[in-house]
């Protein structure tokens, strides 16, 4: 298994918006948790998991729940810190997604990859597939639950302890608030979001950082 990666840093725009550290501080956890039970798991079965650079069967047709500051997330990293054909390539997907919220693509899939990878959601980081690739239009949950390994489940609680105080919610609330799928019940399908806004926004910080206005 890969070693243990820094925490992504932005310094700039962390100092602008004071949600985005919290965000990527509760990635950053999230993705150590998920590489240590990978590790025990890829142990125990005497292989590591299938997934592989290039493999994108779970971005195709698959609902994929955020929260509020997971799509900030999103929002942020697509105008902010794509550039050139990868940008122009999710901007015509997203273009092509508004206003179909059953399209079957991630509008973030360009090529066959991931083009928001360092922002992507909690559920793409945990989920895992053993045994061999998924096929297009296989049902895991019916055909193999046993090869689904949903990686980092026991960071929930701390994960939360970053992720629900952004909400305005108070230290001494967090726990039972967690307790009562706090976070889920303000959670949406990826498909389901704005994606007219995004474009907007893209194409407002795409203005503000041109050479004319540097």
Same mark, same amino acid.
């Given at each position: ?31 150590? =948790? ?8 890829? /142990?125990?079965?005497? %292989?590591? *998991?299938?997934?592989? &650079?290039?493999? #994108? ?47 079957? =693509? ?8 991931? /083009?928001?990878?360092? %922002?992507? *959601?909690?559920?793409? &980081?945990?989920? #895992? ?70 474009? #907007? ?14």
């Amino acid at each position: 298994m890969s070693q243990a990666s820094a925490r992504l840093r932005y310094p700039e725009h962390e100092a602008r918006h004071p949600w985005l550290a919290k965000l990527l501080d509760a990635y950053q956890l999230c993705d150590e =948790a998920a590489r240590a039970d990978l590790a025990r798991e890829s /142990a125990r079965r005497g %292989a590591p *998991p299938a997934c592989m &650079r290039g493999c #994108h069967v779970c971005c195709v047709g698959q609902v994929v729940p955020v929260s509020a500051f997971e799509a900030l997330g999103l929002w942020w990293f697509a105008a902010e810190q794509l550039e050139g054909e990868t940008r122009a390539h999710v901007r015509a997907n997203l273009s092509g997604h508004a206003g179909h919220e059953h399209a079957q =693509a991630c509008p973030f899939l360009v090529l066959g990859a991931c /083009a928001v990878y360092q %922002a992507r *959601p909690f559920t793409c &980081r945990q989920h #895992h597939v053993f045994g061999r690739p998924c096929r297009p239009g296989e049902n895991l949950r019916e055909d193999r639950p046993g090869d689904i390994v949903n990686a980092g489940q026991d960071a929930a609680r701390a994960l939360a302890g970053l992720v629900i105080p952004l909400y305005g919610v108070a230290e001494a609330d967090v726990d039972w608030r967690f307790e009562s799928g706090y976070v889920q019940s303000r959670s949406r399908d990826l498909h389901s979001l704005p994606f007219e806004n995004l474009i #907007h926004h893209m194409d407002a910080a795409a203005r503000r950082n041109s050479p004319r206005h540097a």
